[in-house]
């Protein structure tokens, strides 16, 4: 989509793009190589993605880099990602924040080791001034989780009477999950081939616009989120209203 001058018109690219990274592993199998090699190629499309989504004056990048399940692969593999993590947010913070380019967490951090979760602290501090693109990194996060805390949140403060059950609403459960300050995604991309959420922010994708590539990965590129986003604004997003509604909204 071009303005009168020519130029790209950005104004209804999604201001939140949520993605599950999939397809590491197959990608390292496919060169013969064992599975955990494909994780720094993952790391390296990371930055594509990221530099892209900055260019584009995307507002928010979510990246599910971790689930609550992924704790279940083999040791070897679990230790090499979180040595793989460290050292990435070790090397990259500084670019991060070079580029205006706010950086969170989202998920437990308990179950990762001291050091790690010192250095997430440190990078979001880091960063928290800038206001270019947020990068929320999901890190042994889970859906279901993010939703039981939000209810026994919600339940507390019903038991310790500062809320009524009968005030309780969509907003109030929003504001209890995770980044409840940043707009839900606009479009959700899965590499890989699979077609599922995998527990990924189950609350906030209840109006997103879903894209699947049989691409893995490494091999995502800045091209292959021009064509998402492109897909993308080939939808008519209706929020429950008809096609007239929308198109009388619009004009």
Same mark, same amino acid.
């Given at each position: 989509m071009q303005n009168k001058q020519g130029e790209t018109d950005k104004s209804h690219?999604?201001?939140?793009?949520?993605?599950?990274?999939?397809?590491?592993?197959?990608?390292?199998?496919?060169?013969? =190589?064992?599975?955990?090699?494909?994780?720094?190629?993952?790391?390296?499309?990371?930055k594509r993605v990221v530099k892209f989504c900055a260019e584009q004056d995307i507002q928010v990048l979510t990246l599910f880099a971790f689930s609550s399940e992924n704790w279940r692969r083999p040791k070897e593999e679990v230790s090499k990602l979180m040595g793989l993590f460290m050292g990435t947010m070790q090397k990259e913070v500084d670019r991060l924040d070079k580029n205006n380019i706010r950086l969170r967490f989202i998920g437990e951090r308990a179950d990762f080791s001291e050091k790690i979760q010192q250095k997430m602290v440190e990078s979001e501090q880091q960063t928290e001034k800038n206001?270019? =693109?947020? =990068?929320?990194?999901?890190?042994?996060?889970?859906?279901?989780?993010?939703?039981?805390?939000?209810m026994? %949140?919600?339940a507390q403060q019903v038991k310790d009477g500062a809320i009524m059950p009968e005030e309780i609403d969509e907003t109030m459960i929003a504001s209890a999950l995770s980044i409840p300050d940043l707009p839900d995604p606009d479009l959700f991309i899965r590499t890989g081939g699979e077609k599922r959420? %995998?527990?990924? =922010?189950?609350?906030?994708l209840a109006y997103t616009e879903f894209h699947f590539t049989n691409k893995l990965w490494p091999d995502f590129d800045a091209q292959t989120m021009q064509d998402a986003i492109g897909d993308f604004l080939t939808r008519e997003r209706r929020f429950g209203r008809t096609s007239e509604q929308?198109? %009388?909204?619009?004009n």
């Open positions: 690219y999604p201001k939140h793009i949520a993605i599950i990274m999939d397809g590491n592993g197959r990608w390292a199998q496919q060169r013969h =190589l064992p599975r955990v090699m494909g994780h720094p190629a993952g790391v390296k499309a990371v206001t270019g =693109l947020t =990068l929320v990194i999901a890190a042994n996060y889970g859906g279901h989780r993010d939703l039981t805390l939000a026994r %949140s919600l959420i %995998s527990n990924f =922010l189950l609350w906030q929308v198109q %009388s909204m619009t």
